[in-house]
């Protein structure tokens, strides 16, 4: 498995962007897919995107679709997270997660239980 941490995470105000990163150690980055998701206080955690192994391939949920862009670069072993137009509805702890079965593509992005390695999170705090 490989091992995942989150960064770039922070305060900012409404209608600002940010960019997260999730580094993820070993050699087999590339045979990953890469999920974000997110969680905010007293809420269930929720699927916001993912990418595909070659970057070919990527999903959005509708919350996020058109505000945020997924991309990865396999040759630094990192997933990046843009984000825009940000909400204070936004605000949450944001996890990166990386997992080898996905038998449909797109189809089943959203399924966490998928996902074998997880980061630690960064914390977004979006103001009004």
């Known amino acids: 498995q490989v091992q995942l941490v989150e960064s770039g995470g922070g305060l900012v105000q409404a209608g600002d962007s940010l960019r997260l990163s999730c580094a993820a150690s070993g050699r087999s980055f590339s045979s990953y897919h890469m999920g974000w998701f997110r969680q905010a206080p007293g809420k269930e955690r929720e699927f916001l995107t993912a990418i595909g192994r070659s970057g070919g391939i990527k999903s959005y949920a509708d919350s996020v679709k058109g505000r945020f862009t997924i991309s990865r670069d396999n040759a630094k072993n990192t997933v990046y997270l843009q984000m825009s137009s940000l909400k204070p509805e936004d605000t949450a702890v944001y996890y990166c997660?990386?997992?080898?079965?996905?038998?449909?593509?797109?189809?089943?992005?959203?399924?966490?239980?998928?996902?074998?390695?997880w980061g630690q999170g960064t914390q977004v705090t979006v103001s009004s």
């Open positions: 997660a990386a997992g080898r079965s996905f038998p449909d593509y797109g189809a089943n992005y959203h399924q966490d239980f998928r996902y074998e390695s």
